[in-house]
């Protein structure tokens, strides 16, 4: 199982440790670093920075989202990226939901998502493969477009950059069981956001198409603490967000995984509160056992137990959110 360092996103600005972090995680031997978006700052400009700043570690987007950009707009920052870094890029993709896409970027959420996420693949990776003009007729992506207000004269074209790698990894965020087994299908890795080791027989049926090679990265908050409670508190202030306030009541992809891994009635008491401005009632509201199985946090001796688990399991990277360079070291040490 590999190590990979999780950044995140950017809150009411830059977190000055990040690109230290990053370095020093590709000191000690990390497989990749990996930001993220949301609405604030953007993916792809962080991962650049970092590439500037390192010379081995794999960059990855966890996860860039769709709705942000068009699929050849994000065909061209990942094969620049990928020029710029020596080869070193790896495309992650979430769909996000419609609060986020309809709220922030102004557009529909597609009414069939599998089919959006689908074609979306498809162009990058015409883009990437570059044999031909990218040419889809699609339900939401075709190329050229052909809609009811076009000119009909859009004409197929392909980069004018030849990509560095016309296999660069795109690998998908994907929660709902048929959005796993179709990222089994057409990508090359899975991003889960939730992953509890004892519990991934939630995830079996969805993975059995997946190919040899086929990677399976969830995140992680790891800290290396004395008081296991006091380390939780971050896990669930994340989740608290995550199941409360991304997404509306009725449709929150989120929430829906929390309670397809056994915890249903609590999943909905967080939506409850947080829907009910109730925040700091809503993170109280998440069970320590929920937030512990998908974390690493404790003292020394204790992750180590508990990496034992993950490495047992499918996951091939292991997407660490550590604060700290000792956590980093830790880590590396127990998984050497």
């Known amino acids: 199982m590999r190590l990979g360092l999780a950044l995140g996103y950017w809150g009411r600005g830059p977190d000055p440790t990040h690109v230290?972090?990053?370095?020093e995680a590709e000191r000690l031997g990390y497989a990749s670093v990996w930001t993220a978006?949301?609405?604030?700052?953007?993916?792809?400009?962080?991962l650049t920075w970092i590439a500037a700043r390192t010379s081995r570690i794999r960059l990855g987007t966890a996860v860039a989202q769709m709705a942000a950009r068009t699929p050849t707009a994000t065909?061209?920052?990942a094969l620049t990226l990928d020029h710029l870094s020596g080869g070193r890029m790896m495309l992650g993709l979430g769909l996000s939901g419609p609060q986020v896409v309809e709220g922030w970027y102004g557009r529909p959420f597609p009414k069939s998502p599998l089919t959006a996420t689908r074609e979306y693949v498809e162009v990058i990776r015409q883009v990437l493969r570059r044999e031909g003009p990218v040419e889809?007729?699609?339900?939401?992506?075709?190329?050229?477009?052909?809609?009811?207000?076009?000119?009909?004269?859009?004409?197929?074209?392909?980069?004018?950059?030849?990509p560095l790698r016309s296999g660069l990894p795109v690998l998908l965020g994907a929660e709902g069981p048929k959005n796993i087994a179709q990222t089994a299908r057409i990508a090359d890795g899975w991003l889960p956001l939730y992953?509890?080791?004892?519990?991934?027989?939630?995830?079996?049926?969805?993975?059995?198409?997946?190919?040899?090679?086929?990677?399976?990265?969830?995140?992680?908050?790891a800290q290396v603490c004395d008081d296991v409670a006091e380390g939780l508190l971050?896990?669930?202030?994340?989740?608290?967000?995550?199941?409360?306030?991304?997404?509306?009541?009725?449709?929150?992809?989120?929430?829906?995984?929390?309670?397809r891994m056994g915890f249903e009635e609590e999943a909905r008491r967080i939506q409850e509160l947080f829907l009910e401005g109730r925040r700091a009632e809503a993170i109280e509201a998440v069970p320590d056992a929920f937030a512990d199985e998908i974390s690493l946090v404790g003292p020394r001796e204790r992750i180590a137990e508990r990496l034992e688990l993950w490495r047992s399991g499918p996951v091939t990277d292991l997407l660490v959110t550590a604060p700290d360079p000792l956590t980093l070291r830790t880590l590396a040490e127990l998984n050497d």
Do not use: C, Q
Not at 37 to 46: I, L, Y
């Open 20 to 23: 230290e972090l990053a370095v």
């Open 37 to 46: 978006e949301a609405w604030g700052s953007d993916a792809f400009t962080p």
């Open 75 to 77: 065909a061209m920052h």
């Open 136 to 162: 889809l007729d699609g339900r939401f992506h075709s190329h050229p477009y052909a809609g009811p207000d076009a000119t009909g004269l859009g004409k197929p074209l392909k980069p004018i950059t030849h």
């Open 195 to 221: 992953w509890s080791p004892m519990r991934t027989d939630v995830y079996e049926a969805s993975l059995t198409e997946a190919r040899e090679g086929f990677v399976v990265a969830p995140m992680a908050r």
């Open 234 to 259: 971050p896990v669930k202030a994340m989740l608290g967000f995550y199941i409360g306030g991304m997404g509306h009541a009725a449709r929150n992809f989120h929430a829906d995984l929390m309670a």
